[in-house]
């Protein structure tokens, strides 16, 4: 669950540790805790993510009324689907980039159908810094497939370019150089994971075809599965070596003998 809560400072400590207890008799995650803070924005930026939501009966809530009422919020909404939630209502990237900065926990939760927050920022047309700092704290999820066997790069293939095209006024251009920098992120994080196929045999290359990518782009992809195609054959290669010469030194342990 969120790991820190900003309560108001107004609040009495008999009136907090109710919440608490209140709160803990519905959370079924054990490893949930809270920590009062000092800084008084934390509060803000959990109902900042929030204002993308459907909760809008809490989000028109004054800030002093927010600020009183945090464990409200988690009672309505799982933190599992917070960020991504979020992410798809169209953030801003500041928002994501200080959500991820109070509460870098939520980068690692898995939302619904198997997706982590950096599967759907490829989908939906985060910024390369939100992205980067997705798989630098978690950086398993680069190479994440969910339940339909799709990794962040086959979001990032199938879908960033049109969610860019209808939600920001940039030319196809501008939005290939940003995909090239989110490629080159998951890439240097998780190369392996480029070769991968989802649940229906479909790899990036294809994806990128199908969402008319430029030559140049398509052309950068077909390298780098090349590349780990033909590093995983020097490995097989290697192996193949490594037990042929352990084969020959038992022969040789076994005459000796």
Partial sequence: MIRRLNLSKAKSKSTYIKEVERY?????????FCEVLCDADDADVVWESLSS?????????????????PFMMLDQISSNSLLNDTIIKGASDA????????????????????RFPVHIACAYGASPDFIYKCVSM????????????RTPFHFLCKSYANSCDTSMSWDRNAIERRMTRILWILYRKAPSAIVIEDNRGVDVVEYALEADMSMTFIRLLQDMVARVHENNAKKKANRKLMQARSQLEQKDTFCMA
């Fill in 24 to 32: 803990h008799r519905h959370s079924k995650d054990d490893e949930f």
């Fill in 53 to 69: 939501l459907t909760l809008q009966d809490y989000a028109l809530q004054s800030r002093s009324m927010r600020r009183s009422s």
């Fill in 95 to 114: 928002t994501l980039l200080r959500i991820a900065e109070h509460f870098p926990g939520l980068l690692g939760h898995r939302g619904d159908h198997g």
């Fill in 138 to 149: 978690y950086p398993l999820t680069a190479a994440a497939q969910d339940d339909d066997g």
